[in-house]
């Protein structure tokens, strides 16, 4: 079996379990709290030499670090990462946007909101709002083009996105501001296999 070694704080983790789950894969989840240096310990290093998570353990022991490359492996030869070329690299465009645009901004932001840096350190804080909206006004704009899902169908890239844009209240960003967004938020939560950030962890 699959084994995850995640953080609830985490919506890098949580997007692995988000594919996980709309492929039916079934996967072990382990906490390793991000907050108390857990991932920076010299076993842990031995699965991921830059001491983060999300890391996915192979069935054969093998260890795959960074959300996106784990959500490509997962994805490959299933409908969420197209065959076609051209299909494919418009998926990757939006997952490699998802990695300087999003992840980057609103999940520092976000990060900076829980632990009280907003306060302590608001220049950077302001930088970090000021580039995610940006990221969400062309999210926005390329929606309001007339489509659904980011790359053609639903596809491993809406899962990358779906990740911190779903937070962004929680960075401080006035979602409303983006209602072509807010409609498609709630196309990936009325999918039948959409799971919640607490889904794996043990109660």
Not at 34 to 49: A, D, S, V
Not at 73 to 78: T, V
Not at 104 to 126: E, L, N
Not at 135 to 148: I, K, S
């Amino acid at each position: 079996m699959l084994t995850l070694y995640d953080d609830p704080l985490s919506r890098n983790g949580y997007k692995i379990r988000l594919l996980l789950a709309e492929l039916g894969l079934p996967v072990k989840v382990v906490h390793r709290n991000i907050l108390t240096g857990e991932t920076r310990q010299p076993e842990f290093l031995t699965k991921n030499i830059a001491g983060r998570i999300p890391v996915l353990e192979l069935e054969d022991g093998g260890c795959l670090p960074e959300s996106n490359a784990i959500l490509l492996y997962l994805a490959e030869g299933s409908a969420l990462l197209p065959a076609d070329r051209l299909a494919r690299a418009h998926v990757l465009r939006w997952m490699f946007f998802e990695q300087n645009m999003i992840e980057c901004t609103i999940g520092t932001a976000r990060f900076f909101k829980k632990m009280g840096k907003d306060v302590t350190h608001p220049d950077v804080y302001a930088n970090r709002m000021d580039n995610a909206k940006d990221g969400l006004a062309a999210l926005e704009r390329h929606l309001a083009e007339g489509r659904d899902w980011l790359a053609g169908d639903f596809s491993v890239a809406d899962i990358a996105l779906y990740g911190y844009v779903s937070v962004g209240a929680e960075a401080g960003i006035d979602m409303t501001a983006y209602p072509k967004l807010a409609d498609w938020l709630k196309r990936v939560e009325a999918r039948p296999a959409h799971v919640g950030p607490d889904h794996g962890f043990a109660a």
